[in-house]
């Protein structure tokens, strides 16, 4: 029998819900609800020092005006709660032991400036390599400022995986982003660690995001395997296109024309919204019309058939 569909929709509470993350909401709510599967909410808040005050509150909202409800999630009955990254804190702690005890962690004091002066430049749109500085350091050596942690990649980490957009991905963990961060200098656990513990944990089979994470996508594949993940319980993947601006330009978070809350404002009607992102971005075929987000999953199509390239909104909604 095959496992049931659970998809997740994961914003990160650092401004209102924009048209991009509207877009991966809607695919991945349209995907469960096709399978008749599960859609979680869950809040990522771990970086603290970014959140802004009452954003987690206002996407919620925004969601449920859009008729995206989720099954798990805050405030919520759920089978994997807690669904707050910074409530989790103990569950991360526990599984970067893990990773502590078999040997594939260490800690690293290098600043940013420094990793710069000594990696190979990247070519554009690429990560710095990190170039091992303290790989093979001592332990007890003396930090010159609060380390970070890295996870020490195996040697020969070939991550090979078929997005269901995208189409086969292949990534050298080692060669392509080396040693990478888990945890930061200044304590919070970093993006890779977290979503990687979080998506094992709350069984999630599915997970739909925007193309600009492709290339993270490789790690925390790595980072379930060394949790002990079973590879048939390691999520499928699609990646999605940016949504961009009217001109072309990516959208910024800040730009209130691009969010679901100045559309609301504008008299735009939901229907309207969701029927344009869905034609748009190739979730239904044909033109775009209203549609509630029932008739979207009612009709969607194959994320193979999904669109590829950026999406410029509509001007009327710049």
């Not at 990247?122 to 609060?146: L, W």
Request: hydrophobic share 45%.
């Amino acid at each position: 029998m095959a496992a049931e569909v659970r998809t997740r929709f994961a914003p990160s509470p650092t401004g209102d819900l924009h048209v991009g993350g509207a877009w991966t909401a809607l695919a991945s709510w349209a995907l469960a609800r096709a399978a008749g599967g599960t859609t979680v909410l869950r809040v990522e808040d771990i970086d603290t020092p970014r959140v802004v005050h009452g954003s987690a509150a206002r996407i919620t909202e925004d969601l449920v005006w859009l008729g995206l409800a989720w099954d798990e999630g805050p405030n919520g009955a759920g089978l994997h709660a807690l669904y707050t990254q910074s409530e989790r804190a103990p569950i991360y702690d526990a599984k970067l032991a893990s990773l502590a005890a078999a040997g594939l962690t260490y800690a690293c004091d290098c600043s940013r400036a420094e990793i710069s002066r000594v990696a190979s430049a990247p070519h554009a749109g690429e990560e710095i390599i990190y170039p091992g500085t303290c790989r093979d350091a001592p332990s007890n050596r003396e930090m010159k400022r609060a380390p970070a942690i890295r996870l020490r990649v195996p040697v020969g980490s070939l991550v090979v995986f078929d997005d269901l957009v995208r189409g086969r991905i292949e990534q050298h963990v080692g060669e392509s982003v080396g040693d990478f961060v888990l945890r930061r200098g200044d304590g919070v656990y970093a993006y890779q660690l977290v979503v990687a513990v979080d998506d094992a944990a709350m069984d999630v089979t599915h997970v739909v995001r925007a193309d600009d994470l492709l290339g993270s996508t490789a790690r925390q594949i790595l980072l379930m395997e060394l949790l002990g993940t079973e590879r048939a319980h390691i999520p499928a993947y699609a990646h999605v296109p940016m949504v961009v601006a009217a001109d072309g330009e990516r959208l910024a978070k800040r730009a209130g024309s691009a969010t679901i809350r100045a559309l609301r404002e504008r008299g735009i009607p939901r229907e309207a919204v969701i029927g344009t992102l869905a034609a748009g971005l190739g979730l239904v075929a044909g033109p775009a019309r209203p549609l509630a987000p029932r008739e979207v999953a009612a009709t969607l199509q194959p994320p193979t058939s999904w669109r590829t390239t950026p999406w410029p909104i509509p001007p009327a909604w710049s």
